[in-house]
Nanobody
Framework: QVQLVESGGGLVQPGGSLTLSCQVSGSSFIYDSIGWFRQAPGKGREGVSCISDTLDGGRTYYRDAVKGRFTVSRDDAKNTVYLQMTNLKPEDTAVYYC????????????????????WGQGTQVTVSS
């Protein structure tokens, strides 16, 4: 059974940094594309970033609002994907989720929920002074 567990959330001041981790088990990780989503209070879940499977070269995708501030990476030896978040803003406050993509190989991810089938429970990120 595929499981994803997020960690690393917390409270940070505006301009600060956090790194989220997504530990994946129960799958052949090198074939997994992993996405990051977030859901702010009263809003729908939105795609933030994605990294494709290793055989596809680990291509990365970002929504415009986080480009230049967030970096997604993967460590196949640890079955873990990371989301490094810098220069955090209050509008980044949300519950962050990681999810496993349903596509491997040559697929251009749009980072929408329909592209992912297994989800973690989420980790809270709060950006506030």
């Amino acid at each position: 059974q595929v499981q994803l567990v997020e960690s690393g959330g917390g409270l940070v001041q505006p301009g600060g940094s956090l790194t989220l981790s997504c530990q994946v088990s129960g799958s052949s990780f090198i074939y997994d594309s992993i996405g990051w989503f977030r859901q702010a209070p009263g809003k729908g879940r939105e795609g933030v970033s994605c990294i494709s499977d290793t055989l596809d070269g680990g291509r990365t995708y970002y929504r415009d609002a986080v480009k230049g501030r967030f970096t997604v990476s993967r460590d196949d030896a640890k079955n873990t994907v990371y989301l490094q978040m810098t220069n955090l803003k209050p509008e980044d406050t949300a519950v962050y989720y990681c999810a496993r993509g349903i596509y491997s190989g040559n697929h251009q991810y749009k980072i929408v929920e329909d592209e992912f089938n297994y989800w973690g429970q989420g980790t809270q990120v709060t950006v506030s002074s």
